[in-house]
């Protein structure tokens, strides 16, 4: 009995702390602990099932994707009423990058949760962004979508995502396009090639050419919004 | 007043077609029924609103997609407890495919209700799809996650969807394997390297061999089951 003591206890105040981690980062007592230890744990440091199957975060991770998708689409559609669904999605792939992901994974701690090896830490860079996804697929078969949705929202975006922000880091194309011209040393001009007159104004055709050459186009009732679909389609072509 | 009526009331009867179409449709009094109306009006034919921006169903497409995804994501979580993350998104992709949602449109009927030009209707083959989606980010809007998750579910899937059939349809890694290694000039072999005895049978374990290193592994009770995996992961290994 001495002997089992001492392992029980270490055992159970493991779980004590990690319970106590968890409930500080979502903000409600887990129902079920095994859901919250799976998110954490990365395919590197998974045992092997018997079906030959690793248990690890991935399938979380899966599910995770998809009710972040879901709950950030909501909330961008009701925040932004009279902006268009190319804006919305262009929005909501910011949110959800990778690399976003991992900065709000660090921001609320995560990193300390989770279980792999310190070679994966070094190589595998979206590890946090995926136990992040992980925890929210948790939440979700835990308590359900709107458990799931509140702590997204009111834990997560109100606290540490700035979408005013994101939304005036909208990609610069033109600058982006300028500046990979000067580096390959070529041309790069913008054309206004023609004016349609609508009922409402002007709609503008504007030209993006490299090396003579036209790689874009775009139309708008701005100058500057025109050069900009232009040069987005400049690099689409030209891969940069 | 006798001028009046007469157009009140098919007005009034027009709506209540509408409302009757859609109540069949979703099995229930939908609250808010101008969000039903908007589900059905494709860019076509809707009217520019104030801003310049024309309200058509786009907005509603953009959320119903990612609630669709959500629940779709969320079934085959549950549906197949021991397949990993890849096959659940590759099921997840077949079932809201264009085509797929395309032809389930049609299937109950949201092909009646779509307002917009003859001329779109032979342009534009993903219409009934969009529709579709639409009508899911109205009825989310409407009656929130849950009731979207069961019309989904219950109506949809349940009564339209042969998830057997779409996972036998399995895309065939094998044959992709084999048809790569031919062309790269590679030697590819299947080789069972061990049975495990189970309660239920045996199972196998297959490699994928690609110029004499493994590059893939499957289990399986089916020898072509196993194969197949093994395929999947070659093919994941190599980036084919």
Redesign the interface.
Known sequence: MSLVFPILKSVFSKDKDFLHAIRNIIGFTPRNLALYHLAFKHKASAEEA????KKSN??L???G???L??V???LL?KRFP?R??GF??EM?SRIVSRDHLNKLAFKIGLNELIQTTTENIIKNKSLYGDAFEALIGAI?LDKG??VA?RFIINRIINNHVDIDALESSESNFKSKLIEWAQKEKKSITFELVGEEPTG?GKLLRIKAVVNGVQMGEGMDYSKKKAEQIAAEQACKTLNI
């Open positions: 018997k079906n030959g199957a991935e399938r991770e899966y599910l994707d998809a009710i998708g879901a950030v689409a909501d559609f009279y268009e669904e919305l999605t909501r979700y979508y709107n949705q409402t």
